[in-house]
């Protein structure tokens, strides 16, 4: 058998906490080492923490992931594959698409390197299942679909870089409404249309606290996107509707528990006494198996050569030009955080 794979991580915030678990958790990967400008007290006294990335790069592991903020992220990759390392880095790796191309570039001039970006969403159960159901054809093809993705509040840090734009580079979309974009892109591929309002309803930031979207693609499907950070009531809800039925994924077991329990509930059309309220197989999902999942995956490609399946920078770079053509559709929004911004540089 193979030596396990030597991992390091960069950033030990609560996503290097959950990545750093479950390289634990697996059998062919072993965590040595990690950096942090502020490191945790505890978690991580079984490797060596180090001064900063580049020390990481250095510590003879196989791979690094890259857990920094998103103003970070793209130098990290860049030098760890240039370092000849595999490289897993969270989304959006970076602010803008300057900087997912600056990291496909490093991708571009060191292939047989495995890199992957973290959209763990696609691993959950209920997106799983719902993935098999619609391309089983059972339902026939898809016609709509209709996402809510919401939270209340961050970490109730002044000072937390998410609302900072200068690191961040786009607010609750960005941050978090880019995994239903990219759930909508799994289920139907590439949009060629978008309309859209974004605004800051509540939040003393510079950034959107809501976004509402409608995305056509070229078959003229519609996706309705509803990005959320006044979501007092956490949520999340993907609905396909098809032409013989539906399947709706709803609630999703994050951590903290706080979102409902994650249920896939379908349905067919049905006609004479159940129009409008047929008969609905639900199924319970009490489980997050994403974190392991992604790893897995990630693993395996390093193993076997394989090209990354979920997660990939071509995949990254059109879910990111769909949260810009999402900005870009709103002129006021744009116009208005500008305000913003000259108002907070001065």
């Excluded at 619609?134 to 939270?151: A, N, P, Q, T």
């Excluded at 006044?230 to 509707?241: A, D, P």
Aim: net charge negative; charged share 25%.
């Amino acid at each position: 058998m193979s030596a396990p794979l030597k991992i390091g991580i960069v950033g030990l915030g609560k996503m290097g906490g959950i990545r750093a678990k479950t390289v634990r958790d697996c059998d062919d990967t072993v965590l040595v080492s990690g950096t942090d400008p502020n490191p945790p007290a505890q978690g991580f006294q079984d490797i060596k923490i180090l001064p900063d990335y580049r020390a990481v790069i250095d510590s003879d592991v196989d791979a690094v992931i890259v857990c920094a903020p998103n103003r970070f992220i793209p130098e990290v990759v860049e030098s760890a594959l240039d370092a000849g390392k595999h490289v897993f880095c969270e989304k959006p790796p970076g602010r803008n698409l300057a900087d997912i191309e600056r990291i496909m570039e490093a991708e571009k001039r060191n292939p047989g390197l495995a890199l992957k970006v973290g959209f763990n969403h696609r691993y959950h159960y209920g997106i799983m299942e719902a993935k098999k159901i619609v391309e089983s054809g059972k339902y026939g093809e898809i016609l709509w679909m209709r996402g809510v993705y919401g939270k209340a509040e961050g970490s109730g840090n002044p000072n937390e870089w998410r609302d900072d734009p200068e690191v961040a580079g786009g607010g609750i979309l960005f941050d978090q409404g880019i995994h239903m974009l990219d759930l909508f892109r799994y289920f139907c591929g590439d949009f060629v249309e978008i309309k859209s309002m974004c605004t800051t309803a509540f939040w003393d930031i510079a950034l959107e606290d809501n976004a509402f979207a409608l995305l056509r693609d070229k078959k003229g499907r519609i996706a309705q996107l509803h990005s959320s950070f006044t979501q007092w009531k956490h949520r999340f809800t993907l609905e396909i509707f098809m032409q013989d039925g539906y399947v709706i994924v709803d609630g999703m077991p994050s951590g903290t528990r706080s979102y409902r329990d994650e249920w896939i509930i379908q349905g067919r059309k049905h006609v004479g006494f159940a129009i409008g309220n047929p008969p609905e197989e639900k199924t319970f999902c009490n489980t997050d198996p994403s974190w392991d999942l992604e790893l897995a995956e990630f693993v395996d490609c390093i193993r076997t050569g394989k090209p990354i399946h979920n997660g990939t920078t071509k995949d990254t770079y059109e879910v990111m030009k769909m949260v810009f053509g999402i900005y870009d559709a709103d002129p006021q929004f744009k116009q208005e955080q500008a305000k913003k911004l000259q108002s907070r540089n001065r």
